[in-house]
Structures are given as C-alpha cells and as structure tokens.
T-cell receptor, first 114, second 112 residues
Framework: DSGVTQTPKHLITATGQRVTLRCSPR?????VYWYQQSLDQGLQFLIQ???????AKGNILERFSAQQFPDLHSELNLSSLELGDSALYFC?????????????FGPGTRLLVL | GEDVEQSLFLSVREGDSSVINCTYT??????LYWYKQEPGAGLQLLTY?????DMKQDQRLTVLLNKKDKHLSLRIADTQTGDSAIYFC????????????FGSGTRLLVRP
C-alpha cells in the first residue's frame, strides 16, 4: 500500500459526459502528479501540482483540468469525453516534487467511455 | 528530445536471471527508475539510480547504467513466478517538475 488513494476504482460513462477523479496523496506529501496509461500512448504525464499551485503541464488535453485543494487532495476533471479517453488514470505524490524524490503511485482509476 | 525505449517482452525460466533493458535519449536525465506493474495494480517503485552512478544493487535487483550509451538495465537474480509483471523504465529530467517519462514497458513472463 503506497498511501496514495484514488476514487473511484472504476468508472463507466458515455461519450460527451464529464467525470471527476479524486486523489488523496500520502500524508505529508505536497506534490501531486497525474498520469494517463492507455494502450496506444503508454504512460504519459498529464499535470503536476505543488501545495495547491500548478507546477508543470504535460500532454493534457484542453478538455481536461485539475486542481489541488487546501487539504492537498487533488481532482482531475475530464469533460466532453471521447472513446479515446478510456484509460487508466494514476495519481502519484511526493514530498515536494523535487530531484530524486520517489513518486508513490495510487492504484489508479480505470475509465471506460462507451 | 524525451524518449525512453524498452523491448516489449521477455520470457525466462524460474530460477534464471532476467535482464530488462532500456535506452533513453535525453542526456539531461537526472534520475532513472524501474517500476513494476502487476495485473490490475498500480505502479510499484523497485529501485532508482542517480545519473552519476554506474551500478546499484538491492537484494535480487541490480541496476546498471551506461551513461555514454544512455543504456539502463535491470537484472533480477533467481527470478520467481511472482516476478511476472510489466517493468517500466522511467527518467526524470532537470526541469522543475521532475515528472516521470516512461518507457513502453517490458512484459516479463516467468515460466515454471
């Protein structure tokens, strides 16, 4: 158990819908990362937050957005969903998001868009 | 550019050693990691190596880094059936995010 929790574990929805994925980092970790794992793109970095502020953006679509709240949990919002958004979404956390820090991964949320 | 490559599949017999290889292109890589993903599970950090090191050993795991060739390998000694999983090589660069850039993963199958 990494100490990172993600809800829900599974999500099935239809095209055009909007969903919210939730992540609680390990106790004491200030930095949260979101990654997407899909069959065609592999594991890709989406976005990083540190202590409530966005720090870095990767290959995140404009239809997707995220935020980190004062209690440090984070939410990833996916809107206008398309079939290709079906993937496993991971959250990871680290202490401050600095060099050499271990990123601890949650179990992921499996999203299926029908 | 950022690119990490791995072979897709490796099959070994139980008790043998497994060697999983990875190449990366960005010379500014600072840390290189090996993660394990079991079916239906998240990513588990196995080990990591700082880019100024050549080797790191941790129980059955040995990581070798050839910085000149940008080649990283993970050796698993006495491979067990429980080691069957997908192994991801990942790097972090020297930018402020230290985001992980992953390879495509190597599926290791351990035959009894």
């Amino acid at each position: 158990d990494s100490g990172v929790t993600q809800t829900p574990k599974h999500l099935i929805t239809a095209t055009g819908q909007r969903v919210t994925l939730r992540c609680s980092p390990r106790s004491g970790d200030l930095s949260v990362y979101w990654y997407q794992q899909s069959l065609d793109q592999g594991l890709q970095f989406l976005i990083q937050y540190y202590n409530g502020e966005e720090r870095a953006k990767g290959n995140i679509l404009e239809r997707f957005s995220a935020q980190q709240f004062p209690d440090l949990h984070s939410e990833l919002n996916l809107s206008s969903l398309e079939l290709g958004d079906s993937a496993l979404y991971f959250c990871a956390s680290s202490v401050v998001g600095g060099a050499g820090e271990t990123q601890y991964f949650g179990p992921g949320t499996r999203l299926l868009v029908l | 550019g950022e690119d990490v490559e791995q072979s897709l599949f490796l099959s070994v017999r139980e008790g043998d050693s497994s060697v999983i290889n990875c190449t990366y292109t960005d010379s500014s890589s600072t840390y290189l990691y090996w993660y394990k993903q079991e079916p239906g599970a998240g990513l588990q950090l196995l080990t990591y190596i700082f880019s100024n090191m050549d080797m790191k050993q941790d129980q059955r795991l040995t990581v070798l880094l050839n910085k000149k060739d940008k080649h990283l390998s993970l050796r698993i000694a006495d491979t067990q059936t429980g080691d069957s999983a997908i192994y991801f090589c990942a790097e972090t660069l020297g930018d402020s995010s230290y985001k992980l850039i992953f390879g495509s993963g190597t599926r290791l199958l351990v035959r009894p």
